[in-house]
């Protein structure tokens, strides 16, 4: 992890022009550009706090706040999947760069989760908006969801490689990634509270890292969820490990990976 940080260091520059490049392909035919980064969270809350407002705002602590609880939980689950698809398809997408020069592949998936979370910065905007006028207070701790976005960027980018990978030598990968993803969204209390959960089903909920993640994220914004030590050693431990682990079997499948591309 440490020899990734110093190349990544070492490659700055090249990383920014990454970074630059990946915003600039993903707004280049878009009318309203970064603005859509505002648009879309709110567009996706409106609706679910439409469908869900009388089922689930009365088991939040405050009811009146049902809509940043929303609000944040669309951020999230949106930067996972954006993050994830910008990271995986990263690599198939500079398929031939990689077959001209020496570039390290793993530049390209890290520019990509940073380039998520630059859109995830813009999302921040209208929460505060929404925040502010539903009378919810944001206090100084809300700095902490820092963690939360770092926890975010190395899922991502763990996963990501994975997913990368799998793509080079198994195409069809990619529709079995996209099920999950679904399936992975329903899974994470974006919209509904752990407490309407019933004994069975909640251990499940609880059990999927982004759960922990939001539940950090929520309870530093703006004390919309409580969250405890076990949620904040669960996602920083999971968010290491998958870290790692994407690292080490990208690295370790490259070599036969690149004749592929």
Known sequence: MFGLLKRVFANRSLLRVL???EISVRYKKS?????????????TTAVLFFVFNTAFKNKVTESNHFIPYILCGVLVITFFNQSLTMVSDSINGNSDIFTKMYVRPEMFAIAAAIAAAINFIFGLVPLVIVSLWTGLQIRFDAVATIYSLLC????????????AISYIFF????SIIQL????????????????VLGPHTRPIIEANPLTSILAIFRSNFGHLERSTWGNWLYSGLF??????VGIMIFESLWPKAVVKL
């Open 180 to 195: 999950l993803v679904m399936v992975i969204g329903y899974m994470t209390p974006v919209f509904y509270p752990l407490a």
């Open 171 to 174: 195409e069809d990968f990619r």
């Open 239 to 244: 968010s290491i490990g998958i870290f790692l």
């Open 152 to 163: 975010l960027m190395l899922v991502a980018v763990g996963i990501g490689l994975l997913c």
């Open 31 to 43: 009318i309203i550009g970064v603005w859509w980064s505002l648009l879309n969270p709110l567009l």
């Open 19 to 21: 970074i630059a490049k």
